[in-house]
């Protein structure tokens, strides 16, 4: 079992940039295959990035973030982090984080946090 807690939301303007965090606890980072979504009202939930576990780490990002969004991982801290840089209005949702796996090119994730809400402001 996994349980994730995010942290780091909050209301922004556009263009400004905000990280979240996503802190573990029942097995470390590094073992697992981590990812950040997000759901706006009315929408689908969106699968953004992906880290795969600490061993030839594979990155996942959508083109919908591609070049604004990073993903890292701190495994000291058993946490990690998605540095969101040039937000737009079109950026508000509310954030999970996911633990899992990546086998065979697909990415798996049965443990999910609460979420946390970012809101921007145009």
């Known amino acids: 079992q996994v349980q994730l807690v995010e942290s780091g939301g909050g209301l922004v303007q556009a263009g400004d940039s905000l990280r979240l965090s996503c802190t573990a606890s029942?097995?470390?980072?590094?073992?697992?295959?981590m990812g950040w979504y997000r759901q706006a009202p009315g929408k689908e939930r969106e699968f953004l990035a992906g880290i795969s576990r600490s061993v030839d780490i594979i990155y996942y990002y959508a083109d919908s973030v591609k070049g604004r969004f990073t993903v890292s991982r701190d495994n000291a801290k058993n946490t990690v982090y998605l540095e969101m840089n040039s937000l737009k209005p079109e950026d508000t949702a509310l954030y999970y984080c996911?633990?899992?796996?990546?086998?065979?090119?697909?990415?798996?994730?049965?443990?999910w946090g609460q979420g946390t809400q970012v809101t921007v402001s145009s």
């Open positions: 029942g097995r470390p980072v590094s073992t697992n295959a």
């Open positions: 996911a633990a899992g796996t990546f086998y065979r090119n697909k990415w798996n994730f049965p443990y």
